[in-house]
Structure formats: C-alpha cells, structure tokens
C-alpha cells in the first residue's frame, strides 16, 4: 500500500493563482494535479539546465520565424544548394537573398524593435552556429559578429546579404563590413 502523499502551501498572488485555476478547468485539470505538473516542468528544465522563461521565449522566435516563411533542413544539404545557385549564378544568387532580407525585414517593420526581432529569428533560426553577436549603440549604431567555421564561402556571402538588406530596409545607409568563409561583421550607421 503506497504511503499518504505529503502536501505543502504554496502563496501565489490570487489573480494569478486565479487563472491557473481557470486554466485547469480549461485544460481538464484539478488545480492541484495543474500545479503539481507545472512544478515537474520547472524542475525537469532545470536538471536539462534550461531556464523556463528563455524556452518560452525561444518557442515564440521559433512560432515567429515560422510564420516568416522559415524552415528546417539539413545544414549541409542547404549550404550544398547555395553553393549550387550561386555557382550557377552569383549576381542572381545575391540579388534573391537581398530580397528576401528586405522582404523579412519588412515583416517585422511594424515591431517596436524590428532590427532586434529580425536579429532574434535570425539568431534562433541559426543551430549550431558559435558565435552570432549583435550590438546596438543608441539606435545610430549596429555591429552584427557571424562566426561559424561550416559556413561555405558562397553561403558567408550570401547570408551577409540577406542582412545588409534588412540593415538597408531599417535605415542603416553606411555600412563597412568585413565578410570571408565564415565570418561576417558587418558596422551599420544611420548617419551619413
């Protein structure tokens, strides 16, 4: 016979204790049985050494990105195409991904930071890349750091002008930028 299960108070503020409740009425649970999950999730994040408020932040970009026209797919295969199109045509190559940063770019114009939303999907959208920096200084000024050694040069360049169109697209005209297998920094400035 199993033992009597032990239970402990926990304070929460009652509007929010009041829509968990709803919420488990919703979904189909006593709040008890609601609260007792939502405390085995915190928990498991934790021992995965995941944070729950960054996963449910990167659950969004990912929604986001989604909604964006973004999808998955193998890296090589993908590096493989590009370096494929490019080959084929350079110019063109170029010209579609500038437009598709444009086009990105003004998808997310409406955002109260659309630089940083764009940068964020990006970001999220790019697994396993090692570094992927951005700065801003007092909105005149952006650095964008891309360092990941799988990148194929034909992709380096490719990728750096999907982001020279959405730099173009918020109003950054001046742009010095340095782009090689694998890296990208580029320094944008509003200011002529």
Do not use: C
């Not at 050494?49 to 990167?58: D, Q, T």
């Not at 003004?106 to 999220?124: A, D, G, Q, R």
């Not at 990941?148 to 010095?176: I, Q, W």
């Amino acid at each position: 016979m199993m033992g009597k299960v032990k239970r402990k108070t926990v304070m929460a503020r009652e509007d929010l204790a009041n829509r968990l409740i709803e919420i488990a009425k919703r979904q189909g649970y006593t709040l008890y049985d609601f609260v007792n999950m939502i405390f085995e999730l915190v928990l498991e994040a934790d021992s995965e050494g995941l944070n729950l408020g960054s996963l449910i932040e990167e659950s969004r970009l990912i929604k986001t990105a989604r909604k964006s026209g973004f999808t998955l797919g193998f890296e090589r295969l993908w590096y493989e195409m590009a370096e494929i199109a490019y080959k084929l045509g350079p110019e063109e190559t170029s010209e579609r991904w500038f437009e598709a940063g444009t086009w990105l770019a003004k998808k997310h114009i409406s955002e109260e930071k659309p630089l940083e939303e764009f940068i964020s999907i990006l970001k999220v959208s790019a697994w396993g890349t090692p570094e992927f920096k951005f700065e801003s200084k007092e909105d005149d000024i952006v650095r964008i750091r891309i360092l990941n050694p799988r990148f194929p040069e034909s992709y380096t360049k490719l990728y750096a002008r999907l982001l020279e169109a959405a730099l173009e697209t918020y109003g950054y005209t001046k742009m010095d930028k340095t782009i090689s297998r694998g890296k990208i920094w580029i320094e944008a400035s509003r200011k002529a």
